[in-house]
């Protein structure tokens, strides 16, 4: 049986699913913070070791079926190739470490802001590893951010490490992956193979502890516990599939759904504290992003803008 031809790519039908992948995976990235919270009795270190093992599996599944495994291996026979594969890959523990951590012990709110900071500090990794240059509205932005952090670090009494951890190893994570020569897919599946031996230590581990995962989890937990896997690979596939259709420049200012969504989640549903001085320092993140937001869109050729219009 012949398989249906897909839309081509760049015309109003494919950019169209695009966009509802992209905005569906968002909106899975965005409301994760409630699958984690639902877990929030148990260690965040032994929970990422649940989630690699799982998402590995599904991963490596996903790769061999798309016929994904052979190129893969292919790719990772470059010495270059390993190096940066593994940097990504501590970087991605961290950041998913902290979230998790974040989620359950109660900062959403540092979460929503360590995502809002993340598209600053990959101007600012832009700048300083790449060698790019700097607009007058993109130096305003980066001013914006630097005094917001100083008055969320008043605010809270401390530096707002979480968010700073997320943006940071992001960013990073980003520019990582612009030297690994795979697709998502390739990228994320060795990423996770990587840790796939240490994830089902730390799972066999738990077995062995007296407040260990096996011990404390009963009924749904179980079955949270083994979904893991699942949401963490869906959204990428999703994501993967809408890069390929949508242009940059409108999956980028999308990306905010996630922040946004995690900071009224902590602020509204969760119930955080967000003092004066704390929505201040908010204030001032999102009059960077807009300041980013409106220079992108200047600077945009007709050709561009044309592309991103979908009827």
């Known amino acids: 049986m012949s398989a249906t031809p897909s839309p081509t790519p760049g015309s109003d039908r494919s950019v169209a699913r695009g966009l509802q992948a992209a905005v569906s995976a968002y909106l899975l990235w965005g409301f994760l913070t409630f699958y984690w919270k639902q877990l929030q009795g148990f260690a965040a270190v032994e929970l990422i070791g649940w989630r690699v ?41 961290v950041n998913w470490t902290t979230y998790v951590w974040a989620v359950t012990n109660d900062r959403v709110l540092e979460t929503a802001l360590g995502y809002f900071l993340a598209p600053l500090a990959t101007m600012a990794l832009g700048v300083f590893a790449l060698g790019e240059r700097l607009t007058p509205l993109k130096r305003a932005s ?45 990228s994320l599946t060795s990423e996770l193979l990587v840790l796939f031996v240490p994830a089902v230590a730390l799972v066999g581990l738990g077995w062995l502890r007296a407040d260990g995962i096996p011990t404390e989890a009963a009924g749904v937990d179980w079955l949270l516990l083994v979904g893991t896997g699942a949401i963490t690979a869906l959204p990428l ?9 949508v242009p940059f420049t409108v999956l980028g200012p999308a990306n905010y759904l996630v922040p946004i969504i995690n900071f009224l989640l902590g602020w509204l549903v969760f119930g955080e504290p967000l003092p004066p001085s704390r929505v201040v320092g908010f204030g001032l993140v999102w009059i960077a992003l807009a300041l980013v937001t409106i220079d992108t869109v200047r600077r945009r050729t007709p050709a561009e803008r044309s592309a991103t219009t979908v009827r």
């Open 142 to 186: 980066i001013a914006f951010a630097a005094l917001a952090v100083v008055v969320l670090t008043v605010s809270y009494g401390r530096m707002p490490w979480v968010a700073l951890i997320l943006a940071t190893t992001w960013s990073w994570y980003g520019l990582t992956k612009r030297r690994v020569p795979l697709d998502p897919i390739e």
């Open 237 to 245: 596939l999703l994501f993967a599939y809408a890069a390929q259709r």
């Open 53 to 93: 093992a799982t998402a590995a599996l599904i991963m490596v599944a996903v790769s061999i079926v798309t016929g994904r495994w052979d190129r893969m291996r292919s790719g990772l026979r470059r010495r270059a190739t390993r190096r940066a594969v593994l940097v990504a890959t501590l970087l991605l523990t």
